[in-house]
């Protein structure tokens, strides 16, 4: 099974400032030249709701405060400039094998 | 308006059975390969089981598979899980997802809520 590593597991960050999450692969996720790596954002109470696609595609919507970039097996998401509304529990996932797996999540809260 | 609506949750005994209906609508539904997808009260999301477009080929993680089935019915645009021989462990929201061509989730319903316990 691909294992996910996400770090850190919360993150404190001034409203204005730059949030980068991490979510490390333990082999390849990519197939035919696209990384399939995707990012969600579940806010308190709600249900989740897809990011980035694709390792750096914003889905439908999506602020372009949001990024996604990679670097070997290591993947990141970056939100800059933080707002208020991005309180919320980020995910990772890979699409490229069964069984499917999420990062553990990272909770991003403001300072 | 892609719209998901699951039912069929509740409270159920351990090592008894439960069948989730998910409707879908505002997409062509036998278009799509569809996904359940769980979270266990306040902890992260973990794949349940996925199915092609036309239901003919399904997939599960080791933690259901011999007890949970997922199937569909295009004429109905509907989504079904079958759920046997239910644990503790199983205890979670249970979300219908429409899953795209790279495997990621675009649309999620509002999650059904099953409990297991006696």
């Known amino acids: 099974n691909i294992v996910l590593t996400q770090s850190p597991a919360s993150l404190a960050v001034i409203l204005g400032q730059k949030a980068t999450i991490s979510c490390t692969a333990s082999e390849s996720v990519n197939k035919f030249g696209i990384n399939l790596m995707h990012w969600y954002q579940q806010k308190p109470g709600q249900l989740p709701k897809i990011l980035i696609y694709?390792?750096?595609s914003r889905a439908p919507g999506i602020p372009a405060r949001f990024s996604g970039d990679e670097a070997e097996l290591n993947f990141t998401l970056t939100i800059e400039p933080v707002e208020a509304d991005d309180v919320a529990t980020y995910y990772c996932?890979?699409?490229?094998?069964?069984?499917?797996?999420f990062g553990a999540g990272t909770k991003l809260e403001l300072k | 308006e892609v719209q998901l609506v699951e039912s069929g949750g509740g409270l159920v005994q351990p090592g008894r059975s439960l069948k989730l209906s998910c409707v879908a609508s505002g997409f062509t539904f036998n278009n799509y390969w569809m996904t359940w997808i769980r979270q266990a009260p306040g902890k992260g999301l973990e794949w349940v089981a996925s199915i092609t477009n036309t239901g003919g080929s399904t997939y599960y993680p080791d933690s259901v598979k011999g007890r949970f089935t997922i199937s569909r019915d295009n004429a109905k645009s509907t989504l079904y899980l079958q759920m046997n021989s239910l644990r503790s462990e199983d205890t979670a929201t249970y979300y219908c997802?429409?899953?795209?061509?790279?495997?990621?989730?675009?649309?999620w319903g509002q999650g059904v809520m099953v409990t297991v316990s006696s």
């Open positions: 694709n390792e750096f």
């Open positions: 996932q890979q699409g490229l094998t069964f069984p499917y797996t």
């Open positions: 997802t429409r899953e795209e061509l790279t495997h990621y989730f675009d649309y």
